[in-house]
């Protein structure tokens, strides 16, 4: 049970490069969100997912695309990288009913 | 804009004292939950605490919640070097779906032995 897997961990892009972070959960998870955690600023919602074939917006979605073929995978696509886009990436993933959420590791993007 | 507001932004104490941390928010939730950040690590859950609920306990770790004041507190018992981290609460609003977990700017902890 490797709950939620992501990859890349780092990553260095230039600008206007495009790119697919992947996030991956084995918990059969409902629900599943990709935030982006920068300094002082805790994390924002990017974009959410709560089953498969349906997304929607969070609070900062700009420049960002996502969707859900399966319950397992959640990817979010970068369609040209910006500087701005610098930060650190957390997918995760939780039941339904207001459970805990379960994180990935992260994934650490710097676009030159 | 955030939900949760964590004061204080940042605390440092000695091992074997006490570490309090207030999450603020602003609309009524179902239910707030507290996190955890090693430094460059995911987030781990630590404690959930429902609407209905007043005060938790898990461990070295008290949680209260005041939904007429729209805050909580997270205690932290006799701490060690290994509570060295960032902490985070997070709520699930009454109006949006259980995916919308929205988290606060953290508080950072630092323990010295």
């Known amino acids: 049970n490797a709950g939620v897997t992501q990859t890349p961990k780092f990553q260095v892009l230039k600008t206007g490069q495009s790119m697919t972070l992947q996030c991956a959960q084995d918990?059969?998870?409902?629900?599943m969100s990709w935030y982006r955690q920068d300094p002082g600023m805790g994390l924002r919602l990017i974009h959410y997912?709560?089953?498969?074939?349906?997304?929607d917006q969070g609070e900062v979605p700009n420049g960002y695309n996502v969707s859900r073929s399966t319950t397992e995978d959640f990817p979010l696509r970068l369609l040209s990288a910006a500087p701005s886009q610098t930060s650190v990436y957390f997918c995760a993933s939780r039941d339904r009913g207001g459970t805990e959420a379960f994180f990935g590791q992260g994934t650490r993007l710097t676009v030159v | 804009s955030q939900q949760g507001e964590e004061d204080p932004q940042a605390l440092s104490i000695q091992e074997g004292e006490n570490a309090t941390m207030n999450c603020s928010y602003k609309t009524s939730i179902n239910n707030l939950q507290w996190y955890r950040q090693n430094s460059g690590r995911g987030l781990v859950h630590l404690i959930l605490i429902r609407s209905n609920e007043r005060e938790k306990h898990s461990g070295r770790l008290r949680v209260t919640l005041d939904t007429s004041k729209k805050s909580s507190s997270l205690l932290i018992t006799a701490s060690r070097a290994a509570d060295t981290a960032s902490y985070f609460c997070?709520?699930?609003?009454?109006?949006?779906?259980?995916?919308?977990?929205?988290f606060g700017a953290g508080t950072q902890v630092v323990v010295t032995p």
């Open positions: 918990m059969n998870h409902e629900y």
């Open positions: 997912s709560v089953g498969a074939g349906i997304t």
């Open positions: 997070a709520t699930d609003k009454l109006t949006d779906s259980w995916g919308k977990l929205q």
